[in-house]
Nanobody
Framework: QVQLVESGGGLVQAGDSLRLSCAASGRTFSTYGMGWFRQAPGKEREFVAY????????YYQDSVKGRFTISRDNAKNTVYVQMNSLKPEDTAVYYC??????????????????WGQGTQVTVSS
């Protein structure tokens, strides 16, 4: 069992930066691939970024490439997403998630086993 707790959300202006953190419980954090998803009001939850268990592979949704950076610190059981040049369309609740499986499917929410409660990010224009 893994418990995930996100933090770092808030209200910012367009062009600003935020760093979200997701702290995981348990001693097996390094065995999970980690993803960030987001859900805007009235929209489906969508994939944002993924990082492999070792941190050597990362993947991003096209709309955040070059602006967001996912990273992890396995010694601290924490995954991060650094969000730069934020836009109003980035406004959403951001969730971190952990998956035991690896390989393809990292962008599909159904492949994740554990989810955090979410943190709100609001970007004003």
């Amino acid at each position: 069992q893994v418990q995930l707790v996100e933090s770092g959300g808030g209200l910012v202006q367009a062009g600003d930066s935020l760093r979200l953190s997701c702290a995981a419980s348990g001693r097996t954090f390094s065995t999970y691939g980690m993803g960030w998803f987001r859900q805007a009001p009235g929209k489906e939850r969508e994939f944002v970024a993924y990082i492999s268990r070792s941190g050597t592979s990362t993947y991003y949704q096209d709309s955040v490439k070059g602006r967001f950076t996912i990273s992890r610190d396995n010694a601290k059981n924490t995954v991060y997403v650094q969000m730069n040049s934020l836009k109003p369309e980035d406004t959403a609740v951001y969730y971190c998630a952990a998956r035991i499986s690896y390989g393809l499917g990292y962008a599909e929410s159904e492949t994740y086993d554990y989810w955090g409660q979410g943190t709100q990010v609001t970007v004003s224009s």
